[in-house]
């Protein structure tokens, strides 16, 4: 099994936090000069120890065996004081108590010597706790020692690659997301040379997205490319993906560039379907009030979200209720529930599916679709119901089941202007209404 670094060129500075380098104890009494690989050298009064370090960069794997170098000698003043050096390894054991491993190197010279120190963590060590703590001292009570790290090295069961439970050395310094969107806040920053452990992989549009664990900050994500790593697969451009609107009144244009007027504006928050273009920095999406249209809206935009287009269409429904949109915000008129019904059906990317979506009334919507009517509701399916001679005379999406009671949102209401969100329940409508069914929007 080939050797492989986990840690190279540390630097001892005190303007490095523990997080991210070494430290020293506050009472070092100077740093000077420079050592292999470009580390500084240290000079340090031996009965201050430095503090336990590299918490940020220490996750380590189960039955590892690690090798821990340095160099040292004794300060260069001539006091022959200073004998040994120590390189400790800490980790915490069963019960999340510290294990301390020490090794002891006495007649320490003035000259440069390598020390090595090889440890093995136990194969049995939880996840949790798979971390450990480097330092290097001198037991002496007198004068100075002056030492540079050369390496930490994982030299056996050295379990990498790129599925979950697999560990990562950070080829460069990353940043890792609070989610599967570049948009969304950094939680933390992994340094070159890192080890960390892959605890979720998903596939989010085009992109891979990595999840790794730090004992300091919880969770974080990355991209495949980040890791330089190849996406695991490209998907058809006829794809349809679950996104959220993360700006202001982001348009969506007829051409992909800014200088086309806009087929409409979406707010912040709103649920949207989508579907990748040629360009990465634009997404094909869809303004409700033109089925057979596409638009585009740019991708930085439009954070991914991982959820059912069946529950999609329920958002996009309740959104636009929590929004307070009437008849005339939308551009409608008349009896404009079925009309409703297409503008959230084309902003989840589904008319291209449904015909149906061209037709402003509840005829022309139940004709298509009542072949699939049925009497159990489901989140994003359609209900209809007709009074005395009508084919069809009222419809409305499903957006939330609970103990059994389900609830709608749907426009013109009784002749309302508004939207409504009410508990809708087919056996108490009014004695001249009736229910033909719930009807399943095709791509839900």
Known sequence: MATRNIFLSSTFDDAVTPLYGWQMSDTVSHVSGQGVNGSKCIYF???HLMKPTLTQSADVIPGGVYRFKCQAKRGSDGDDYVREVNLEVSYKGAGGTWVTINKNFKKITTSYTEYEHVFTIPADITSENAWFHLRIYSPDRYNYLETWVDNVELIGDDNVGNEVGTYVRMPKAINFHTSTSTSSPIAYTIWRNALSKIVEKAQVGATTWYKFRRIEHGDGWCRAIDLGFENDSVPSPNTLYVGKINAVDVRVRPEMNTSGEPLGKYPNGSPIGYRLTS????????????????????STYITTETKTTAQLLADIAKFWYDKNWDIDDFGMDGKWCQWWVNFCVTQAGLAGQNAWTTNKNCTGGWGAMSSTATNTASVGRVFYTRKD????????IVVKIDW??????????????SLSYRLFDPSALPSDTTFLGYVQVSGT
């Not at 990465?280 to 596409?294: A, Q, R, V």
């Not at 609830?407 to 209401?413: E, G």
């Open 389 to 396: 001679g009508d084919t069809a005379s009222h419809t409305g």
């Open 404 to 417: 059994g009671r389900v609830y709608v949102v749907d426009a013109n209401y009784e002749g309302s202007t």
């Open 45 to 47: 009064a031996p009965t």
């Open 279 to 298: 360009d990465p920095s634009w997404h094909e999406t869809y303004w409700g009030f033109n089925p057979t249209k596409i638009g585009y809206s740019q």
